[in-house]
């Protein structure tokens, strides 16, 4: 069963960091590619960062250079990361970990707020 739990979410004040974790468990040969992603109510769900199996990266505009993502292989999970830094009031949003298959399957998680407020 192909699952995706993220953690890690949570009120944080301009500035500051916060560190995402995202567990993928089930067919995880099966994955090429996991990514976090972004969605404000009523608006588009947008790219935050992604990694490929061979350890590509790519991330938004609005994120170079503050945000890294990463990824750990276990023997039956994967777990991917978005360390945060420099955080903006602009950056609040539910935050999903995505996991892209070689079929082109999409699996999302569920996702988790990140607040940045005073």
């Known amino acids: 069963q192909v699952q995706l739990v993220e953690s890690g979410g949570g009120l944080v004040q301009p500035g500051g960091s916060l560190r995402l974790s995202c567990a993928a468990s089930?067919?995880?040969?099966?994955?090429?590619?996991m990514g976090w992603y972004r969605q404000t109510p009523g608006k588009q769900r947008e790219l935050v960062a992604a990694?490929?199996?061979?350890?590509?990266?790519?991330?938004a505009d609005s994120v170079k250079g503050r945000f890294t993502i990463s990824r750990d292989n276990a023997k039956n999970t994967v777990y991917l990361y978005l360390q945060m830094n420099s955080l903006k009031p602009e950056d609040t949003d539910v935050y999903y970990c995505?996991?892209?298959?070689?079929?082109?399957?999409?699996?999302w998680g569920k996702g988790t707020l990140v607040t940045v407020s005073s």
């Open positions: 995505m996991r892209r298959h070689w079929n082109g399957m999409h699996y």
């Open positions: 089930g067919s995880i040969v099966s994955i090429n590619a």
């Open positions: 990694i490929t199996t061979g350890g590509n990266t790519n991330y």
